[in-house]
């Protein structure tokens, strides 16, 4: 059981040699990118249940 942990954590470590890690810069304006789209996408979804709260107040009650 010992030896396979071991072997497990092993193999991690090799993969992660492979990997190729994002520079400082691409992180960043990632990052941005992310920010940016989750509040585009939250501002639309706000307005649009502000609207459609309107239209339900004005034609429904």
Known sequence: MFNRI?????????????????TRQET???TLTVVGISLGAALFLGLADFVFQLLMNKFII
């Open 6 to 22: 071991i072997t497990f954590f092993s193999e991690v470590k090799a993969e992660l040699k492979k990997v190729t890690w994002p």
């Open 28 to 30: 960043y304006n990632y």
